[in-house]
């Protein structure tokens, strides 16, 4: 009789869980969204282009030292083997030329970001996935994995820029 007693009681206490209080939850079974429910959602306001690979954003500068670089017309073919040697050695164990890896491939880079944001997310990595818009949606696409920071500096990571422009 005990068990029987017992097994009633939890029976009931399952049932009372799963019941709750319909003012809390709203009713989804309607066709329609109501206008206030509309009118509270804040419209986003979209600036860059969303593309499957990502945002492509030529004006995002990124946050670091580098506040303006013009690039030549011509590749300095010297500073981009320096830089093919520096990312081999620094890059390639999280970064793949023409697929993706742990972190996005650096193929066509410059035809998604400045030059200034590619340098400053090499040199200022921690500071780029706090506060910098694209930097944080790679963090997440590429599943939490942050960019270590190399210590490369701002002349090694101009060279990996120019080794990517030959990509």
């Known amino acids: ?7 009633t009681t939890l029976l009931i206490i399952v049932f009372i869980s799963c019941g709750g209080n319909d003012k809390k939850r709203p009713s989804y079974n309607s066709s329609t969204v109501s206008k206030e429910a509309v009118k ?3 419209a986003k306001k979209v600036v860059k282009k969303a593309t499957e690979s990502g945002t492509i954003d030529l004006n995002n500068k990124g946050i670091g030292p580098v506040k303006s670089l013009k690039l030549d017309p011509t590749i300095n073919t010297a500073m981009a ?14 970064h793949r030329v023409n697929r ?7 193929t066509g880079i410059l035809e998604r970001r ?15 996935v706090k506060k910098d818009p694209i930097a944080k949606e790679l963090l997440i696409k590429f ?6 920071n190399q210590n490369l500096t701002e002349k090694e990571s101009r060279a990996v820029l ?3 422009r030959t990509l």
């Open 1 to 7: 009789m005990k068990l029987q007693n017992l097994l």
């Open 40 to 42: 509270k959602t804040p």
């Open 81 to 94: 083997e320096e830089g093919k040697l520096l990312f081999k050695n620094k890059c390639s164990s999280c």
């Open 100 to 106: 993706k890896f742990i972190g996005p491939n650096p």
């Open 114 to 128: 400045s030059p200034e944001w590619v340098m400053n997310m090499i040199l200022n990595p921690e500071e780029m």
């Open 143 to 148: 599943n939490g994995s942050p960019m270590a």
């Open 162 to 164: 120019e080794y990517f």
